[in-house]
């Protein structure tokens, strides 16, 4: 099991930046596909970025060049930090977990991540 719990939303105005992290407990070695994807009111739940060690991240085409998605082995800590924020970014993000084809081709594959947080509002005015 893995348990991830997301800090940092809050609010901001557009142009502004945020940063989200993402500490990881349990059995994270078995989960080396880490992402932050999305959800916002009456839409689908999106990916956003991914990343796993020793390979280039994954960007969603609306925040690439905006958001940097890192991580802290050591501290198991997954990051988001998020620029040149957008009203359109206003959304729940979730942080998760998983093992398999974590992303590929410019998608990445939803089904692969097991493990989720209870997410964290971010809300970006104009």
């Known amino acids: 099991q893995v348990q991830l719990v997301e800090s940092g939303g809050g609010s901001a105005q557009a142009g502004g930046s945020l940063r989200l992290s993402c500490s990881a407990s349990g059995y994270t070695y078995s989960t080396p596909c880490m992402g932050w994807f999305r959800q916002a009111p009456g839409k689908e739940r999106e990916g956003v970025a991914a990343?796993?060690?020793?390979?280039?991240?994954w960007y969603s085409d609306s925040v690439k060049g905006r958001f940097t998605i890192s991580q802290d082995n050591a501290k198991k800590t997954l990051y988001l930090q998020m620029n040149i924020l957008k009203p359109e970014d206003t959304a729940v993000y979730y942080c998760?977990?998983?093992?398999?084809?974590?992303?590929?081709?410019?998608?990445?594959?939803?089904?692969?991540?097991?493990?989720w947080g209870q997410g964290t509002q971010v809300t970006v005015s104009s």
């Open positions: 998760a977990a998983g093992r398999g084809y974590c992303y590929s081709g410019g998608k990445i594959f939803a089904d692969t991540y097991r493990y």
């Open positions: 990343i796993v060690t020793g390979d280039r991240p």
